[in-house]
């Protein structure tokens, strides 16, 4: 027997417009802490019909995103979170980094058509719960319960270190030779 939601007992289904509300605020929070950038509303048309047709589309906007990732630099700064809505769409939230407006619908409307509108950082929020709401996300499959198999999020990325061979030669500084110890 399900009980009611309410914050002393929180029931984190897809169908609960109190958890989404929850859930939207969480990720917003998330969103902005790691946006550098202008944030956009993004709505793909992507024609996916059920939960199984979404894993492959995700997996094709990862190929492409990580495909220019490897292309440009630029592209290392991007952030998307995504969710598989009724329609067959997909909507969210980007943050574009260092590239331009132009640059990503050109990339990715060349697949799917793609419209970005750019909203302030105080509609983070609602813009999110809109997306989550139980009358837009898709909700076919009820053994799949949560946001996961909904969403995809491709974070920024940032460069790793250059790691330091053991073949290397390392010019000595003559200024990095210990302090001499004196002992009275």
Known sequence: MLRKCCSAHRCARIECAKCARRYARRVARDFLCSA???????????GIGD??????????LWNAVFYRRGVCRWWRGIHLRLWCCQNGGVRGMAALGSITENEFLTALGSRWPTTLRQIDPEAVRDELYAVVHPDIIMTDDPSRARYQPRQVAVRPSHARAKSIHSGDALVRDPFDDPMPLLIA
């Open 51 to 60: 939960l199984d047709d979404f894993k492959r589309w995700r997996v094709s």
């Open 36 to 46: 550098t950038s202008p944030i956009y509303a993004i709505t793909i048309n992507a």
